[in-house]
Structures are given as C-alpha cells and as structure tokens.
C-alpha cells in the first residue's frame, strides 16, 4: 500500500486496537496483522503521535515480574475513530468514482 | 542474537541522540522481545521477529533527526550573468594584483614568524656552545692557579646550560604547535577547495 495512504489508516487501526479495552506493543501488532503490516519501530512512532496528540494515554503497570505499558485511549480518541467513519462514505463514493474510470478504459 | 545483545546494539547504534529518547525506544524493543519470548519463542526468535538492528538504527535515526532544511542541492545552480562576467574579466588587473598582495602578505607573516623561531633556535645554540666554553675556561683559569675567576666561570657555565635547557624545550615546543598550525590551516583550506569541487 502507498506509504502516505498506510500511515493515516495505521493510526486509526491502532487506536481501534485499544478502542475496546487497554492493550501493549505486541498485542497491538498480533492483532492488527491479519489487516495491515505493522513493524515495532513504526508502532512507536505511531504510538508516540497519538500519545502527543491526546488521542491516548499511557501507563506501565506490573507484569510478570517485569514492566509493560498499557495504552488506554481517551475521548479524543474515539471522536478520531468516529470522525473516520463518516470520512469513510466519502472515501467509498471516491473509491467507486476510480471503479467506474477503468470500466470507461 | 540475545536480548542483551541487540539492545546494546540499538543503544550504541543511537548514542548521540537525546538520551530519554533513546532508553524510552531501548527498553520499548526489551518489551517487545519479552512479549514474544512469553508468547513461547525462543530468544533468538523473538530478536530476529523485530528485524535486523541496523534497520530499526537507521529508521530510528531518520525519526528521531529534524528534518534537514532544503539543501543547495535544490537550489537552481547559480551560472553568473554576463554583465559580471565582463566584469570579472575587466577588473582582472584590478583584483588579481590585490589577491596576490594579499597573499604575499601572508606569505611574508608566515616567514617572519619561522624568522623568530629560527632566531630563538639560534640563541638556544649560542647558549649550549657557551657552556663549553665556560667550563673550558674553568679548567685553564684553574690549572693557571687563577682560582677565584674559575668560580666565577663555573658559575657562568652553570647558568648557561640552565638557560639552554630551558630555551631547548620552549623552542621545540614552539617550532611543534607551528608545524601543527600550519599542517591544519593547509588541510582546512585544501578542504573548503574540494567542497566547492564536490558541490559542482
């Protein structure tokens, strides 16, 4: 998928990882993967955006013996979600203006 | 690789970026590997599941460095309008005779400075040749029975040769830093002629 394309869905995906319940790093990628590729480095950035951004928040909590944090998202979060949802016609009605161009060809 | 062995890597990998930055993304990659250590796979697994560490450096370094601003590369390369290459060749006998003046003028502050090297140098010289004079002198003034002029020649030779001792280090002190002086101010020039070569 084009890079600038992927990286606006990839923020939308991670916060719809954590939408349900708070998550860690690794889970957030097991879980996306039958979706869309995800490497750590760029979760982090991701993660890192999103936490500057207010769209979530962190915190290390104890896990078996070690250290591991939780991102939990806020309500600027799910607005982020449910503002793409009503970009998503929009993209759909452009999607389907690209469809109808190759039918013409 | 181990854990260990990649973080160390990751962590000297990033050594001159800001520090918190650094060990937030160190133990962040620690995580990760634990996780999937967890998850049941073996260390080297779970270290070869986040890719090669040089990978995660550059992209890190990529990330974690402002953005460069627009380099000359994108500015349009700068050919001189005709009206300043007329000039440029008009005023020849002009700046050409101020270059070479100017430079000869360096060229002569460069020999004095050697000139009073060379003279320091030459003191030092007079001076260790002194001391062997003076204790020549000792030994003939005391075999004539002169006595007490002898002293005063030791005494004489004595200070000679704690002056040029003492002349002996500051001269090649100074005759070193000038050496290296000069090797750095020719490089730094050779430089700046090679970078404009390159940016051609």
Request: with cysteine.
């Given at each position: 998928m084009d890079i600038q394309l992927k990286?606006g869905f ?77 970009e998503w016609k929009e993209l759909i009605s452009i999607y389907q203006f690209v469809i109808k161009e190759d039918h013409h060809d | ?200």
């Open positions: 990286r990839l923020e939308i995906c991670v916060l719809a990882a954590i939408k349900n319940e708070d998550s860690y790093g690794y889970r957030i990628i097991k879980d996306l993967k039958p979706y869309i590729e995800l490497s750590e480095s760029t979760l982090y950035t991701i993660l890192k955006r999103l936490e500057s951004g207010g769209l979530l928040t962190v915190r290390t909590a104890e896990h078996d013996g070690r250290l591991r944090k939780y991102y939990h998202i806020t309500e600027a979060g799910l607005r982020r979600i449910e503002d793409f949802k009503a | 690789m181990t854990k260990q062995e990649f973080l160390t890597q990751l962590q000297n990998g990033l050594s001159g970026l800001p520090q918190s930055g650094v060990d937030e993304r160190v133990s962040f990659y620690g995580e990760m590997i634990d996780d999937r250590v967890e998850e049941g796979m073996s260390e080297e697994e779970a270290v070869a599941g986040i890719g090669a560490v040089d990978d995660v450096i550059s992209q890190t370094v990529a990330e974690m460095t402002p953005a460069k601003p627009i380099e000359p590369s994108v500015i349009p390369r700068r050919t001189l309008p005709l009206w300043q290459l007329i000039l440029i060749i008009l005023g020849f006998p002009l700046w050409f005779s101020l270059l070479a003046a100017a430079a000869a003028v360096i060229l002569s502050l460069y020999v004095v400075i050697w000139a009073l090297i060379i003279s320091l140098w030459a003191f030092e010289l007079s001076a260790a040749v002194g001391v062997f004079a003076c204790a020549a002198c000792v030994v003939i003034l005391w075999a004539s029975g002169k006595l007490l002029p002898g002293l005063a020649m030791l005494g004489a030779a004595l200070f000679l040769a704690g002056l040029s001792i003492l002349l002996f280090f500051a001269c090649v002190g100074i005759s070193k830093e000038t050496v290296i002086l000069t090797k750095k101010a020719v490089l730094s020039l050779g430089r700046r002629f090679i970078r404009r070569e390159n940016s051609k």
